[in-house]
């Protein structure tokens, strides 16, 4: 079996795995790799280990070497430079009267290219801009234009739950998120409270979605009626998945009242439902596209 290192990269928390040869590392070496684009600077994430030849995707490229001093002084400098390039490329792009938004930029580990990444609405003819920002920093120029959620990553930022964004913090991966999973868990689909910062929908729905849908299986769909252990008959108006509760509208015609009462789930006769296609589930659950809303405030 192959032996792998997991290797962080600047601008990603994805973790890639390398091979380290003969080299003995430990999390927390900075270390100089081989890659598609030439040696590249990373700092190992994932201690070395074994792994089947079937979770190895394309070729497992080595782990040249262990950084060195002059390596650690060369890419704090290219750090340095990228600082120093960004004010400009920014400038460059605003003379440009392009459509489109600077996200950030790097240097490759030999400095002979310099990577921007950018967003914009659709696309972008830089050819000019390329030679401009060729002339001005005399190397080669490389221009991505990335998504909403890779910007996110790019930039980090404070998620609406007060901790850091996950795609920017410790994700290795992006979520498969989906309107369906907020309504599996019950949420409101209003896109300002189940939304991240890059507009798309949260990583963390998918957290905890197997749970809810597991649950769901277990519960009184909302509308019908059930009998409790007590006897007593109501209709289902909503259900709690966490504490496995469900309250009832019960109606009393003799005294013309209604109360709402919380039931454990262990407390009620109904037969469970099989969870068929539910009409609300079309193709467009699957996306994690935002449904629009006229008013935010709801």
Do not use: W
């Not at 410790?170 to 498969?176: I, K, L, T």
């Amino acid at each position: 079996m192959p032996k792998i290192v997991g290797i962080k990269f600047d601008f990603n928390p994805k973790v890639y795995y390398f091979a380290p040869g003969e080299l003995e590392l430990e999390v927390g070496d900075d270390v100089v790799v081989e890659t598609s684009r030439g040696q590249d600077y990373g700092t190992v994430s994932m201690p070395q280990s074994d792994v089947g030849d079937d979770k190895i995707v394309g070729k497992l490229m080595p782990v040249v070497r262990v950084a060195t001093d002059e390596d650690k002084e060369k890419h704090d400098k290219l750090l340095e430079k990228r600082e120093a390039a960004y004010p400009q490329i920014a400038a460059k792009i605003r003379e440009s009267g392009l459509e489109m938004k600077l996200v950030g930029a790097e240097y490759t580990f030999d400095a002979g290219k310099l990577i921007i990444y950018f967003t914009a609405d659709g696309r972008v003819d830089f050819r000019n801009l390329v030679r401009d920002l060729a002339a001005t920093f005399h190397t080669r120029i490389e221009l991505k234009q990335i998504g909403a959620r890779d910007e996110c990553r790019m930039i980090g930022g404070i998620a609406p739950c007060g901790r850091a964004c996950c795609c920017s913090d410790h994700m290795s991966d992006y979520a498969h998120v989906s309107i369906k999973m907020a309504k599996t868990q019950s949420l409101s689909l209003n896109p300002a409270k189940i939304s991240g910062l890059c507009g798309r929908l949260m990583c963390c729905l998918a957290y905890e979605n197997d749970y809810y849908a597991e649950v769901n299986k277990m519960m009184p769909k909302v509308g019908s009626v059930v009998t409790a252990a007590s006897g007593e008959t109501g209709t289902v108006i909503s259900v709690n998945q966490l504490s496995k509760t469900v309250r009832l509208k019960i109606e009393n015609k003799e005294k013309d009242s209604v109360a709402f009462s919380d039931f454990a789930l262990s407390d009620l006769k109904f037969k469970p439902k099989s969870q068929p296609r539910s009409k609300d589930d079309d193709p467009g659950d699957e996306s994690d596209e935002l449904p629009a809303t006229d008013n935010p405030d709801n």
